[in-house]
């Protein structure tokens, strides 16, 4: 789980589910609470550390880019966002606390 464990609950965290060779599977829910915003979204991995995503029937589109495992940044490369989610980029750190120690 990429979070920013100091921000209120009702931003949104990124939960990777599964990764394979072409596509890493997310989940973009509540960094402290059960919210869902989106399941099972396919992002397609471009190299090493970028992978684009398209948000569903919004049809924003992100680009998710890793400085290491514990690091991703997220940008917006089209679309709008709604007001519920411009949190996702702004600002476009998150961290995972299995790789990296947070407070």
Known sequence: MYNRASDPSDLAAINITNIDSRFITLDIVGTFTEKVYFKGLKASIVDDDEATLT????????????????????????????ANLR?????????????LHTS
């Open 87 to 99: 949190g996702l980029v702004d600002p476009p750190q998150y961290w995972n606390s299995k790789y």
């Open 55 to 82: 948000l569903g029937p919004i049809g924003a589109t992100v680009l998710l880019r890793w400085k290491n495992p514990g690091t991703i940044d997220v940008s917006k490369r089209s679309g709008v966002l709604p």
